[in-house]
């Protein structure tokens, strides 16, 4: 079965850090560009990060630049988000997904090939 699986998340303070992961099962993620993506109610899906499959190539979004770090370990076929001085406008649920090109994960319009489930990221002032 493909799976894209996301753990981490949970609710922190502002200033606080948070580490969220990304996983494959059914294929093999070290052959995609994977990319993080958040929604908060009532706004827009918003790219917040994504990372090219041999970690040459990453966009970070201004929103997040300087905060947010990606990563990804092949060897172990996981991506990490290490968000640090979270405010609470991260506040959203942010999703992992992955794709060929890392173009398609730079914007809300396309369609990632494979889109993991969401975990709630909740920053309290």
């Known amino acids: 079965q493909v799976q894209v699986v996301v753990s981490g998340g949970g609710l922190v303070q502002t200033g606080e850090s948070l580490r969220l992961s990304c996983a494959a099962s059914g294929f093999t993620l070290s052959n995609y560009a994977v990319g993080w993506f958040r929604q908060a109610p009532g706004k827009e899906r918003e790219s917040v990060t994504a990372?090219?499959?041999?970690?040459?190539?990453?966009y970070v979004a201004d929103s997040v630049k300087g905060r947010f770090t990606i990563s990804r370990d092949n060897a172990k076929n996981t991506v990490n988000l290490q968000m640090n001085s979270l405010i609470p406008e991260d506040s959203a649920v942010y999703y992992c997904?992955?794709?060929?090109?890392?173009?398609?994960?730079?914007?809300?319009?396309?369609?990632?090939?494979?889109w993991g489930q969401g975990t709630q990221v909740t920053v309290s002032s």
């Open positions: 997904a992955a794709d060929p090109r890392i173009g398609t994960l730079t914007t809300p319009i396309k369609k990632p090939a494979y």
């Open positions: 990372i090219s499959s041999n970690g040459g190539n990453i």
